[in-house]
């Protein structure tokens, strides 16, 4: 990383906290709601993922790469899911080190009674506050930023 000492013009810095203020205010609206479902961001995530399988099932290794996720993070996430009976943990046999996560029935019952709401608020604090250009260009926009 280059640290020339570049240090960010006005417009650059409103710019950055204006992005930091909307995620964060945003971040914490939706975080809210999931929590009165029942389900904090993270198992939401996972849940996800695990829907997402077409047999409702992922590598654990699998499952920390489409979360972006340390795989030591997404064992704890797991295991803390498991003790509430929403995830199931199985050994791979032919892999010592592997693991399966396999959603339960409470774990759909419990994302598909957050998913509603939680898509409702989606849309309201973000999706439909952007016309179809402004969807577009953002899109545009935020693949530019993914490294």
Not at 3 to 32: C, T
Not at 38 to 52: A, I, K, Q
């Amino acid at each position: 990383m280059n640290h020339d000492g570049r240090w960010l013009r006005s417009d650059e810095e409103a710019l950055w906290r204006a992005w930091l203020g909307v995620h964060a205010r945003q971040h914490v609206v939706i975080a809210r709601d999931l929590k009165a479902s029942g389900l904090s961001e993270p198992d939401f995530e996972v849940l996800v993922h695990l829907t997402d399988a077409p047999d409702g099932q992922r590598r654990l290794s699998e499952l920390a790469a489409g979360l972006q996720w340390e795989r030591s993070r997404v064992s704890h996430q797991v295991t803390r899911m498991a003790k509430r009976g929403l995830v199931e943990r199985h050994d791979v046999a032919e892999d010592a080190r592997g693991a399966r996560v396999v959603i339960t029935r409470e774990g759909r019952a419990a994302i598909e009674k957050a998913a509603p709401p939680h898509v409702a608020r989606v849309r309201e604090v973000f999706i439909d506050r952007l016309d179809a250009a402004d969807r577009v260009d953002l899109a545009r926009i935020l693949r530019k930023l993914v490294p």
